[in-house]
């Protein structure tokens, strides 16, 4: 009698997903199935759903309605712990296996130490001289979709145009959409629609929300800035972005940030 293969869904629809993806079948045996968060599980035949602990509510009711027997398994990288949001995930759901390139300072049922995702895109990109290094690119998250916030990700993205133009005419913005968010709404807006890592070789200049993209771009030495609200894209603040010198790290992962590259 043949075995019956074990099935395991996997979430798509962050910027990284698919790219992580191709990672975790190079580092374990799964058989994975991407599967966004609008479509149906079959559950009768999966062993186990992975997941990042950045949950929407859609992927968080998805989770809690699992039946007991199919293991919930969340992946870490290295900018998790920096930022310690996974904390707050495990305890909405409570992984059964934490796949994670460090130790947790947390209990969990299982952990298996994998390669950090984050430091194979550095050791790929750190060497390769960005090809635009005069415009800028704006990486956007679905904050208007997923967060409840007093702005939203189209807002951000024309205060950043708008000031743009005061400041240095000269040069464009592009706009990296996330995956799960409305592109038509970015107006007049010009899109950059290719991969994290094609953007991250692109683009020498970043601005945006806090995301895992900016973090890569911070570890790569772009030039980077993140404004948490649209009244904070400060026309000073742009122009000194395209400065050689410009180093802009947010507080929270000054030090791990640090740390991490010094050991590449």
Same mark, same amino acid.
């Given at each position: ?74 992946? $870490?990288? *290295? %900018? ?6 996974? /904390?707050?995930? #495990? @305890? ?96 007049? $807006?010009? *899109? %950059? ?6 953007? /991250?070789?692109? #683009? @020498? ?60």
């Amino acid at each position: 009698m043949a075995v019956k293969e074990k099935i395991f869904y996997y979430f798509i629809g962050d910027a990284f997903s698919l790219e992580l993806l191709d990672f975790l079948k190079s580092h374990t045996s799964l058989t994975l199935v991407p599967v966004s968060q609008n479509q149906e599980l079959n559950s009768e035949n999966a062993e186990g759903i992975i997941y990042t602990p950045s949950l929407n509510l859609k992927e968080l009711a998805v989770l809690e309605q699992l039946p007991s027997r199919v293991k919930k398994m969340a992946v $870490l990288d *290295l %900018f998790h712990f920096d930022f310690c949001d996974f /904390l707050e995930s #495990f @305890k909405q759901i409570s992984p059964d296996l934490v796949f994670s390139p460090r130790e947790l300072p947390c209990n969990v049922k299982e952990i298996v130490i994998i390669p950090s995702f984050i430091k194979m895109i550095y050791s790929q990109i750190k060497s390769i001289e960005p090809i635009n290094q005069h415009d800028l690119c704006f990486i956007s998250q679905p904050l208007q979709e997923e967060r409840n916030l007093d702005f939203n990700q189209y807002e951000l993205a024309l205060e950043c145009r708008n000031t743009l133009q005061k400041v240095a005419p000269e040069r464009k913005i592009y706009i990296k959409p996330h995956p799960r968010e409305d592109i038509s709404r970015f107006q007049d $807006l010009q *899109l %950059f629609q290719e991969s994290p890592m094609n953007t /991250l070789k692109h #683009f @020498k200049f970043f601005v945006g929300y806090n995301s895992a993209m900016l973090y890569a771009a911070q570890g790569l030495e772009r030039n980077v800035q993140m404004f948490s609200h649209p009244s904070c894209v400060k026309p000073e603040l742009l122009r000194d972005l395209f400065l050689s010198t410009h180093r802009e790290i947010l507080p929270q992962i000054q030090d791990g940030l640090n740390l991490f590259i010094s050991k590449l």
